[in-house]
């Protein structure tokens, strides 16, 4: 069978590589890929993201499934429009896909199932935004509804912070923050401040069953000792401790199951990845930060380096809503854990065309992913801000960190920028 792979970062790189592993699986299209998946023979990179143009090509090229990575084409109903013209697709329609494109809906949406989150309010004026905030107090969350790339959160820890952001998101002086997707102009959502820590629970889902992939943790801020700016994430781990089998259990029967049930009551069943962002305090209670539609990035590079079983099968089952017959998943019983290596600037302007040199060959225990890389006639290039996520397995979340580390030592490109404490939080449990 062939595969197509929709996205160009180090999600799509783990994902195609994983999927390239089955059997059955003849090649796998990524579009539009990047420089780690130009270079291997099982991958072939595709320069095409207008969706009619990618349905043509699954169409012409007799595509079996096509997966897709990242929010952008999902919220914009790439797979409505492959359905439409019957072509297999795995993801959420665009309806679905609003419960990461829309805070306003997934907060709404947690509220009426009675799925645990923070509590909120919803504004679309300033002035009431900024009167419930001194209501309040801080510490307070403020958030854009809407696709923001990772700029629409705010966690303030003062009024003043807190009072800025909305003027920000709501454009009442200073820059207005650029937002896709939302309806109806801007809004903002202000909600409870959590405490606890945070874990990441992602599962495959058909619009009926569900099929949980290994619990993982991210690391959102850039510099190490979780300072500095937000970023995508700088690196990432699986499994998360903080999810144990008593937590586990509870964020299935409280959040994954009543959100797969709302949604197929609401007449909108939920197909794809569902990535559930937790705070899980300290009795063990997980209340949901936020829904992606998608798998998280750099989740996903530790996450496959598990997986023993094939990802194809299970997708299959998924895309097809036959996901109760798939086979229980396998994963390796050792730690995952993946490094991001960034571009110079980063998160804010991240500069390309720095010349990428160093990079180990991939191991049983260690493979670097790519995420903004590209082919520069002989040279590897940086192309985006995250630029690689170098993944090692290995007994303890200390060995993999090692492992980790040490095949990221000979790499170079000029600005690069990484964290030294990946794991730092399973390490100290
Ligand atoms: P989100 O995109 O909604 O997951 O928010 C991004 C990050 O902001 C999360 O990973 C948390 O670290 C933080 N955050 C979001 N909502 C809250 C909250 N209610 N309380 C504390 N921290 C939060
Ligand atoms: N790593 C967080 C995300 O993918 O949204």
């Known amino acids: 069978m062939k595969v197509l792979v929709v996205g160009g970062g180090g999600r799509e790189h783990a994902l195609a590589w994983k999927l390239a592993a089955s059997p059955k699986v003849q090649l796998v299209f990524v579009a539009p890929g990047n420089g780690g998946t130009a270079a291997d023979a099982r991958l072939k990179n595709l320069p095409i993201t207008d969706i009619d143009a990618l349905a043509d090509f699954a169409q012409t090229e007799k595509i079996g499934l096509t997966v897709v990575?990242?929010?952008?084409?999902?919220?914009?109903?790439?797979?409505?429009?492959?359905?439409?013209?019957?072509?297999?697709?795995?993801?959420?329609?665009?309806?679905?896909?609003?419960?990461?494109?829309?805070?306003?809906?997934?907060?709404?949406?947690?509220?009426?199932?009675?799925?645990?989150?923070?509590?909120?309010?919803?504004?679309?004026?300033?002035?009431?935004?900024?009167?419930?905030?001194?209501?309040?107090?801080?510490?307070?969350?403020?958030?854009?509804?809407?696709?923001?790339?990772?700029?629409?959160?705010?966690?303030?820890?003062?009024?003043?912070?807190?009072?800025?952001?909305?003027?920000?998101?709501?454009?009442?002086?200073?820059?207005?923050?650029?937002?896709?997707?939302?309806?109806?102009?801007?809004?903002?959502?202000?909600?409870?401040?959590?405490?606890?820590e945070e874990a990441s629970f992602i599962v495959v889902a058909d619009g009926r069953t569900v099929v949980p992939l290994a619990t993982s943790q991210d690391h959102k801020r850039l510099n190490d000792a979780d300072l500095g700016p937000n970023?995508?994430?700088?690196?990432?781990?699986?499994?998360?401790?903080?999810?144990?089998?008593?937590?586990?259990?509870?964020?299935?029967?409280?959040?994954?199951?009543?959100?797969?049930?709302?949604?197929?009551?609401?007449?909108?069943?939920?197909?794809?990845?569902?990535?559930?962002?937790?705070?899980?305090?300290?009795?063990?209670?997980?209340?949901?930060?936020?829904?992606?539609?998608?798998?998280?990035?750099?989740?996903?590079?530790?996450?496959?380096?598990?997986?023993?079983?094939?990802?194809?099968?299970?997708l299959l089952h998924a895309a097809d809503g036959t996901l109760d017959q798939a086979a229980e998943l396998q994963w390796d019983r050792r730690v995952a854990l993946g490094v991001v290596m960034a571009a110079h600037g980063y998160p804010d302007k991240p500069r390309k065309a720095d010349v990428i040199s160093g990079l180990p060959k991939p191991a049983e225990d260690a493979v670097v992913f790519h995420a903004g890389t590209s082919r520069l006639s002989h040279d590897l290039v940086t192309s985006g801000g995250r630029v690689l996520c170098v993944t090692a397995?290995?007994?303890?979340?200390?060995?993999?960190?090692?492992?980790?580390?040490?095949?990221?030592?000979?790499?170079?490109?000029?600005?690069?920028q990484f964290r030294r404490d990946i794991g730092h939080r399973a390490i100290r449990r």
């Open 69 to 196: 990575g990242p929010e952008a084409p999902l919220a914009a109903g790439i797979v409505d429009r492959f359905r439409a013209r019957k072509l297999r697709v795995f993801g959420p329609t665009k309806a679905a896909a609003r419960l990461e494109s829309s805070k306003a809906f997934s907060k709404a949406f947690m509220q009426r199932h009675g799925i645990p989150t923070a509590a909120y309010e919803a504004f679309t004026e300033a002035a009431a935004a900024h009167a419930h905030v001194d209501r309040v107090g801080a510490p307070i969350v403020v958030k854009a509804d809407g696709l923001a790339a990772g700029k629409g959160v705010v966690v303030a820890t003062t009024l003043a912070e807190a009072h800025a952001a909305i003027d920000w998101m709501l454009g009442s002086g200073g820059t207005k923050l650029d937002v896709a997707n939302n309806e109806g102009g801007a809004r903002v959502v202000i909600e409870e401040f959590l405490t606890g």
């Open 231 to 314: 970023t995508g994430g700088m690196g990432a781990y699986s499994p998360a401790p903080v999810v144990t089998p008593n937590v586990h259990a509870k964020v299935m029967h409280e959040v994954i199951l009543p959100t797969l049930a709302g949604m197929a009551a609401d007449g909108i069943p939920y197909t794809g990845f569902l990535y559930a962002g937790l705070m899980i305090d300290a009795a063990g209670n997980p209340k949901t930060l936020e829904f992606n539609c998608r798998m998280g990035d750099p989740e996903t590079q530790p996450i496959m380096m598990r997986l023993k079983s094939d990802l194809l099968d299970v």
């Open 393 to 416: 397995l290995g007994e303890s979340v200390k060995v993999a960190q090692q492992r980790a580390y040490e095949a990221l030592a000979p790499i170079r490109f000029d600005g690069m």
